[in-house]
């Protein structure tokens, strides 16, 4: 298997992560970087001082199982990719810079772009404004779901007091 790398970001709270079709389907509330902590330092809160850049994101990442690294007799190294349908399993050599990603509902993407290195290109599932996301768990927790409900108490935003 290959090493996923992608732009750097932080979080807190992963929303669900399950397999389809060969894929691991990762959500998560993802800040574009680490300054939230700031914001929620005990100084700052007691200055009362509302800041609402850098709020969490729903944001997916995709990424393909079945890519393995193979070493052959000659100096150059590729990956391949093994695709199951219900009755048979293929195999096809990995093209640089080629979305592996092969799910219809999501734009999140992962391509070959160096030797081995798979680049994660997340996909935005929903709008900024909320965190603690929750879903029901009892029923779609590592599986596929449709609703996710949060928290949106202390952020500015899209859902400034709203109750769901």
């Known amino acids: ?12 709270h992963t929303i669900n992560a399950y397999e389809d079709n ?5 959500d998560l509330m993802a800040y574009e970087d680490p300054t939230i902590l700031e914001k929620w ?4 809160m007691r200055s009362n001082v509302y800041d609402d850049q850098n709020q969490a994101t729903p944001t997916r990442f995709v990424m393909p199982l079945h ?15 093994t695709t199951t349908n219900d009755h048979f399993s293929f195999q096809s050599v990995v093209e640089k810079n ?3 990603v092969h799910l219809e509902y999501t734009a999140a993407e992962a391509v070959l772009n160096g030797d081995k290195h798979i680049f994660l290109t997340p996909e935005k599932i929903g ?16 599986y596929k779901y449709r609703f996710c409900y949060g ?3 202390f952020e500015r935003g899209f859902f400034e007091n709203t109750v769901s």
């Open 1 to 12: 298997m290959g090493k996923y790398y992608a732009k750097a970001f932080f979080y807190f």
């Open 22 to 26: 060969g894929h691991i389907v990762a």
């Open 41 to 44: 330092d005990l100084s700052a």
């Open 67 to 81: 890519v393995q690294h193979v070493s052959n007799s000659e100096p150059t190294n590729c990956l391949i990719m």
């Open 98 to 100: 080629v979305n592996l």
């Open 127 to 142: 709008r900024q404004g909320f965190e603690l996301p929750t879903i029901n768990y009892r029923h779609f927790n590592g």
């Open 151 to 153: 928290s949106g108490v």
